[in-house]
C-alpha cells in the first residue's frame, strides 16, 4: 500500500515543527553553514526545498490594496503550507535517473540511494516542483520520507512533530478520503478549498495538499509535466534529421563533381588513377586562389575574382611536376 | 458572395506551428541543475567527434581518391575529441570515481544498467558503442598512414580489409548511426526536464544534430586548409558546398523552434544572451559564412575567405550551445557580468 502525507495547509500555523523534526532525524545541517540571511520574506528564511531543508514551510501574506482597518480586516489572509517531496506516482527523477540510485521502495515512495547517486544532476531539472538538489557532497538529496524510520513501523519525523495535524502520514486511499471530507466541509463553509495531488497531476501526488488558491500561489505548478513526454519524438526527428542532412551532403558531394566535369573550360576534369584510400598520395603544389575561388563557388557563380576571359588557360603541365596524378586539373 | 478562399490558407499558417505545440507551451518551472561550461564543451566536442566521423565515412564510402587526406583527417580529429568529452563528462559528475555507474549496477555487478527512456543513460550508451567505432577508425588511419606498426593492430586491420565491401559499408553505416545518436541526443536530453524554454524545444536534438555536421565540415575544411593552400581543393570545395546545405538546414529550423517555443523562447532570445543568440549564433555562425561562401569579399584570397568562414562557424556553433544550456539556467544573470 502506498504511503504518503496529507497536508491540509488551512490548519498549519508556521510553527516549522515539521522542518526542525526533519533536520534533527535526518542529521541535515543548517543550511549556508547556519550564517542566517534573512529573505524578507515573511517568516520564511530557508527560501526553497533544497538538499538541506526536505521540509519547507511557505508563509504567503495577503494584503489588500485598502489598508485602512476595515479592509484590512477583510481582506487579508496568511497562508502557510508545508512543502515537501510529492513522491509522485509518476516521478520524473526516476524517470531520467540514469545510475538506479533514484528508486521506488516497497512504501511506494521515491528514494535517492546515496552510495549510488554520482551526481549528474539530470533529475534536478526533471523534478517539476523543484524539490531535487545537489549537495555539498556532490549527490542528489531530497525527502525520503523517513524510510528508515518507516522500515521500523515509525512515521516520518515531520508528521509525528506537527501540533495541529497539517502533516497526516498514512495510506495514500484513506488520506485521500480524509482529505475529500475535508474539503466537502470547507467548501460547506464556503471555503474554495480543493485537494492538488489527484490522478489529473503528474498520475497522482502520494504526498498531496489540500489548498485553498491557486496552485501557483504556493508556489506549486498548476498543470506540471513530465520531463521525458518528448524524448521519443525528439529522437525521431532528429532521427529525420539525420537522414535530411545525409541526403544533402550526398548530394552536394556529387554535385561538386559534376560542377567539375562540366566546368566551363570544357573538357572533364581529369579523374587521377584509382588508388586505395590508404596508400600515401604524391606531393602536390598549392594552386593560385582564382582557381580555388572556381573550385569552391562552382565555374558558374560571377566572382571578383575570377580569371579574365582574356588570360590563357595555364598551359598543360603548368603545374610543374607530373607527380599529380593529374589532381590538380592544369594538365591532362 | 463571401471570399472564403483565404481563411484556411492562413489557419493553415496558424495552425502549422500549433499543431507541432500539441496544446500550450509548457509555463511551469523546474530547477536548474548547475550545468555550465563542461556540458556546454561537452554538446559542443561530441557534435564535432560525431560530425567528423560521419564526414570521413560519406567520403571514404564516395571512393574519390582526392578525398584521402580529409578522410583520414577525420577519422583522426573523431576518436580523440571524444576522448576529451568523457574525460570532461567524468568531471563534470558530483563524484567522479563513480562514473561507472552510468553503464553498470553499482549494487548488482556485473550486471548493466541501461534505461533506454533516460536521455542520459541512452546517451551514455550511444557514446560508449560509439567510441568503439571512433577507436576502430582511428587505429585504421594511423596503421594506413605509417604512424603505427603494432603487430596486432596490423594483423587485425590486414585481417578488416579482407572482408566484403558490403561488411565495411555496414561497419561504417552502424558507427555513423551512433554518431548521429551522440550528436542528437544532447539536445533530447536538453528537452527532458521541465524548465519551459527546454522542455518545449522537441527540436534541439535535430537543430544540434545540424550543427554538428555543419561545424564539422567547417573544421575539416580549416584542418586542410592548414596542411597548405589548394592542395585538398577538390575536397574543401565539396565540404564547403555541404556545409552550405547544413546551415541553411540549420536556419530553418532555427526558426521553426522559435515558433515552436513562442513566448517561452525568452530567455534565448531576448537580454545579454538574446544579442549573442542573434549576432553570435544567427550572424556569425550562419549568416556571415553563408555571404562568405557565397562571393569574394574585399579582394580577400580564396583561402583565407574561406579560413574565416570555418572558424565563424565553430564559434556559431559554440556559441549555440552556450546560450541554450546557461540562458534558462541564470536568466537573472546579465551576461556582462559572467
Known amino acids: 500500500m502506498a504511503k504518503g502525507f496529507y497536508t491540509d495547509t488551512t490548519v498549519c500555523i508556521g510553527c516549522k515543527a515539521c522542518q526542525a523534526a526533519c533536520h534533527q532525524w535526518n542529521e541535515l545541517p543548517a543550511l549556508n553553514d547556519g550564517v542566517v540571511e534573512l529573505t524578507g520574506d515573511s517568516y520564511d528564511n530557508t527560501g526553497r526545498l533544497s538538499a538541506v531543508d526536505w521540509r519547507h514551510v511557505r508563509f504567503i501574506e495577503q494584503i489588500p490594496e485598502d489598508r485602512s482597518q ?40 521515491v528514494y535517492i540511494q546515496q552510495d549510488v547517486c554520482n551526481g549528474c544532476r539530470a533529475c534536478i531539472p526533471a523534478c517539476p516542483f523543484g524539490v531535487v538538489d545537489i549537495g555539498k557532497d556532490g ?56 485537494v492538488y495531488g489527484k490522478e489529473e497531476i503528474v498520475g497522482g501526488l502520494n504526498c498531496f495538499f489540500l489548498l485553498v488558491d491557486q496552485p501557483e500561489v504556493y508556489g506549486l505548478p498548476s498543470q506540471p509535466r513530465l520531463p521525458s513526454e518528448h524524448v521519443v519524438e525528439g529522437l525521431g526527428l532528429s532521427a529525420l534529421t539525420a537522414a535530411a542532412v545525409t541526403v544533402g551532403s550526398v548530394v552536394a558531394f556529387r554535385k561538386e563533381r559534376m560542377d ?18 590508404g596508400t600515401p598520395a604524391p606531393a602536390v603544389p598549392g594552386r593560385d586562389t582564382v582557381a580555388f575561388m572556381h573550385a569552391i563557388h562552382g565555374a558558374n557563380e560571377s566572382s571578383r575574382t575570377r580569371r579574365p576571359a582574356s588570360e590563357p588557360m595555364p598551359a598543360a603541365g603548368a603545374c610543374g611536376q607530373g607527380g599529380c596524378g593529374g589532381a590538380c586539373g592544369c594538365h591532362a | 458572395m463571401r471570399r472564403r478562399v483565404r481563411v484556411p490558407r492562413l489557419s493553415a499558417l496558424v495552425l502549422a506551428p500549433a499543431l507541432l505545440q500539441v496544446g500550450s507551451p509548457y509555463v511551469g518551472h523546474g530547477f536548474p541543475p548547475h550545468w555550465g561550461w563542461y556540458i556546454v564543451l561537452y554538446f559542443f566536442l561530441g557534435g564535432l567527434s560525431a560530425g567528423t566521423y560521419f564526414i570521413a565515412t560519406l567520403l571514404l564510402l564516395s571512393g574519390d581518391p582526392r578525398d584521402r587526406e580529409a578522410v583520414h583527417l577525420g577519422y583522426r580529429v573523431s576518436f580523440p575529441l571524444l576522448l576529451v568529452c568523457a574525460l570532461i ?14 553503464l553498470v549496477a553499482s549494487q548488482r555487478i556485473p550486471a548493466l544498467l541501461f534505461k533506454p527512456w533516460s536521455p542520459i543513460s541512452l546517451g551514455i550508451w550511444i557514446l560508449s558503442v560509439f567510441a568503439l567505432f571512433s577507436a576502430a577508425a582511428f587505429v585504421w588511419s594511423l596503421e594506413r598512414t605509417g604512424r603505427l606498426r603494432w603487430g596486432p593492430a596490423v594483423r587485425m586491420i590486414a585481417w578488416a580489409q579482407g572482408r566484403p565491401r558490403a561488411l565495411m559499408v555496414a561497419w561504417n553505416a552502424v558507427g555513423t548511426f551512433f554518431g548521429f545518436g551522440l550528436a542528437g541526443y544532447t539536445g533530447v536530453l536538453i528537452s527532458a526536464t521541465t524548465i519551459p524554454v527546454w522542455h518545449n524545444a522537441r527540436l534541439m536534438g535535430a537543430l544540434f544534430l545540424v550543427s554538428a555536421t555543419s561545424t564539422s565540415y567547417a573544421l575539416l575544411v580549416l584542418l586542410l586548409l592548414r596542411r597548405g593552400a589548394g592542395r585538398d581543393e577538390p575536397t574543401i570545395a565539396k565540404l564547403a558546398r555541404a556545409d552550405r546545405f547544413s546551415m541553411v538546414l540549420e536556419l530553418a529550423l532555427i526558426a521553426l523552434l522559435l515558433l515552436i517555443l513562442g513566448r517561452t523562447a525568452r530567455p534565448l532570445v531576448s537580454g545579454g544572451f538574446g544579442v549573442l543568440f542573434w549576432l553570435g549564433v544567427v550572424g556569425v555562425g550562419l549568416l556571415i559564412p553563408l555571404l562568405l561562401r557565397r562571393r569574394a569579399v574585399l579582394g580577400w584570397a580564396g583561402h583565407r575567405q574561406e579560413m574565416i568562414a570555418a572558424v565563424c562557424v565553430l564559434v556559431g556553433g559554440l556559441l549555440l550551445r552556450f546560450v541554450v544550456v546557461v540562458s534558462p539556467q541564470f536568466p537573472a544573470v546579465s551576461l556582462w557580468a559572467l
Open chain 1, 260 to 277: 567539375g566535369m562540366g566546368g566551363d573550360g570544357g573538357e572533364p576534369a581529369p579523374v587521377p588513377p584509382a588508388r586505395p584510400i
Open chain 2, 89 to 102: 563528462l567524468i568531471l563534470d559528475l558530483g563524484v567522479p570515481i563513480r562514473f561507472w555507474h552510468m
Open chain 1, 70 to 109: 476595515d479592509g484590512f480586516l477583510k481582506g487579508s489572509r496568511w497562508l502557510m503550507m508545508s512543502d515537501v517531496c510529492k513522491h509522485c506516482v509518476r516521478a520524473g527523477c526516476l524517470e531520467v535517473c540514469p545510475t538506479g540510485a533514484i528508486i521506488r521502495t516497497e512504501f511506494d515512495s
Open chain 1, 139 to 194: 549527490k542528489a538529496h531530497k525527502c525520503t520520507l523517513c524510510y528508515d524510520r518507516m522500515q521500523h513501523g515509525m512515521e516520518p519525523a515531520c508528521a509525528q512533530a506537527c501540533p495541529t495535524d497539517s502533516i497526516r502520514f498514512g495510506d495514500v486511499p484513506e488520506l485521500m478520503a480524509l482529505a475529500d471530507q475535508r474539503v466537502a466541509d470547507l467548501r460547506a463553509a464556503g471555503v474554495p478549498a480543493y
